[in-house]
């Protein structure tokens, strides 16, 4: 079945240690997108690709870089992780005259 | 500006039971609709769509109808099983953009 996979779907990382957390589709999508979740709250946007576009939220700190080597992979890297980055981290793709996003399982990402 | 706004949960209610949630949307333009459901520890799902005015989405028993009149998205499902059991979240999407509009999300227990 075509899908969106996240690895890792755990992730425990150190104050101030990177993370790299990847995204990969099988779907064609042209448009990758990534959110952050705290706590059932609604997925916040912190970012997509459309296509090799690459299109921030204004609100987005810093902290927060993404790259996408292809139409398959989309990255998402935080420099130096705060405690207050624990969170639930989303990755959705959406095709070309699709309105609805397709989402991967998420990584859940601890911060000690 | 775009906004989607919920009934506020929890919403708790015993095995057979007739569901509602409500959503209610501010737009401009002429945005298409949805509902994701969230398990515990999961991605979000789609779980229906609706694209124009008068559209009614259908899916594993739960069933919206877009009502431009009220600016109204309702969930409605005739008998709620435990395996329901989820947040829900009621969304938009503009036409020509590429962001979701979350509501704040409306979290389900239903008890056997």
């Known amino acids: 079945d075509a899908m969106v996979i996240q690895n890792p779907r755990y992730q425990v990382t150190q104050f101030g240690k990177p993370v790299t957390l990847s995204c990969s589709q099988t779907l064609n999508h042209n448009v990758m997108y990534w959110y952050q979740q705290k706590s059932s709250q609604a997925p916040k946007l912190l970012f997509h690709y459309y296509d090799k576009d690459f299109n921030n939220e204004a609100d987005t700190p810093d902290n927060f870089q993404s790259r996408r080597p292809n139409t398959s992979f989309c990255f998402l890297d935080i420099r130096s992780p705060g405690l207050g980055d624990a969170a639930m981290y989303l990755c959705?793709?959406?095709?070309?005259?699709?309105?609805?996003?397709?989402f991967g399982p998420g990584t859940r990402l601890t911060v000690t | 500006g775009n906004s989607v706004t919920q009934m506020e949960g929890p919403v708790t209610l015993s095995e057979e039971a007739f569901l509602t949630i409500n959503c209610t949307y501010t737009?401009?333009?002429?945005?298409?609709l949805f509902w994701y459901v969230q398990y515990p520890g999961e991605g979000l799902q789609l779980l229906l769509k609706a694209t124009k005015a008068d559209d009614k989405g259908s899916n594993k028993g739960f069933e919206a109808t877009y009502r431009k009149e009220t600016t109204s998205f309702h969930l409605e499902k005739g008998s709620v099983q435990v395996s329901d059991s989820a947040v829900y979240f009621c969304?938009?999407?503009?036409?020509?953009?590429?962001?979701?509009?979350f509501g704040q999300g409306t979290r389900l227990t239903i008890n056997p």
């Open positions: 959705a793709t959406s095709g070309t005259g699709r309105y609805e996003q397709y």
């Open positions: 969304a938009l999407r503009i036409q020509g953009a590429q962001k979701l509009v």
């Open positions: 737009a401009t333009g002429y945005p298409s």
